[in-house]
């Protein structure tokens, strides 16, 4: 597999971690889950994410799934390893495993509780320099989740330092304007241009995309329309692409909610018949009956919205 590198762009699709009604770890729904994935046209996977509830894995169910997901992709895309952690010997010995296993890249986020743009630089150099210059880096940027704001100049001067950091998650919230900073800054100071793929559900993503993003990397159960919106984008067709959003965009939104959203996300992969169990490992959403019931009703009228558009 080649590595990542800074002309990624699509969609590296998130990948939900799937788990029995017992809260077991579910490989045979993996395979099913990245199968699907791949025939909806996605650039990438991204494993062991956030919101692929990587935090509430064993180490050794952390290596099983990684291991399941690279030996079902089997070279047809990239696999970005999520090695986020509060140790650092845990995020260099995952992101070696996982170069040693296949994987393009690993995704980092910053420690928690640092405050200050000396300490966020610092973070990264430091792990850098243990996961070494051969290690493909992603900078998630997600201070919603991590609590930790890295600043325009702390990415540019990361840019310009590091250059194992081919892609910049960004999921700042708002950020576009960031986006914009990132893309035109790095213009007037001369750096290499990274690939920035963009997160929060696809929330924004025609906005983000016609601001300088390359794609996403975010989760959504109809991973088809983050899909054909970057393809639209790419090909010089951005009205289409709005059309396009706009009919998923309820759902989109809804699923987007915080301390619910992945419950609604799994729920929506089982109807879908992609994984077998919508479980979320807990502590997590459960869903109740008026929760179903809405979901039920938005995807009713998805579905009618994309036979009145002639979207497929």
Not at 80 to 101: D, I, N, Q
Not at 148 to 158: A, E, G, K, N
Not at 194 to 218: C, K, Y
Not at 246 to 266: A, M, N, S, T
């Amino acid at each position: 597999m080649n590595k990542l590198n800074e002309k990624a762009s699509g969609v590296y699709i998130i990948s939900a971690t799937p788990f029995t009604d017992n809260g077991e770890l579910d490989l045979a729904s993996a395979d099913s889950l990245t199968d699907f994935y791949l025939e909806k046209g996605v650039s990438g996977i991204t494993i062991l994410g956030m919101m692929g509830e990587a935090p509430k894995l064993t180490d050794e169910e952390s290596l099983q799934f990684m291991q399941r997901v690279l030996a079902r992709v089997n070279g047809r895309v990239p696999v970005v390893v999520g090695v986020s952690h509060a140790s650092h010997r845990h995020v260099e010995r995952l992101g070696k495993t996982a170069m040693e296993l296949g994987a393009a890249g690993v995704m980092l986020a910053p420690g928690a509780n640092l405050k200050t743009d000396p300490q966020v630089e610092q973070y990264f150099l430091n792990v850098a320099g243990l996961l070494g210059k051969d290690v493909p880096i992603c900078l998630q940027d997600f201070p919603q989740a991590t609590g930790v704001y890295t600043s325009v100049p702390v990415i540019l001067r990361l840019i310009e330092a590091l250059p194992q950091v081919v892609m910049l998650k960004h999921e700042d919230l708002p950020g576009m304007r960031k986006l914009s900073q990132v893309r035109s800054q790095s213009l007037e100071q001369g750096l290499r241009r990274i690939s920035i793929l963009v997160g929060n559900g696809g929330l924004f993503l025609p906005q983000e995309l016609a601001r300088g993003a390359d794609g996403a990397m975010t989760g959504f159960a109809w991973p088809e329309m983050l899909v054909q919106v970057c393809q639209a984008y790419a090909q010089g067709d951005p009205e289409r692409g709005e059309d396009i959003f706009d009919c998923y965009l309820p759902l989109l939104r809804h699923e987007f909610q915080y301390g619910i959203g992945l419950g609604l996300r799994k729920e929506a992969l089982r109807r879908r018949g992609v994984i077998s169990s919508a479980a979320v490992r807990q502590p997590g959403p459960v869903l109740d009956s008026i929760d179903l019931a809405e979901l039920t009703g938005l995807m009713s009228r998805l579905e009618q919205r994309l036979t009145d558009r002639g979207v497929n």
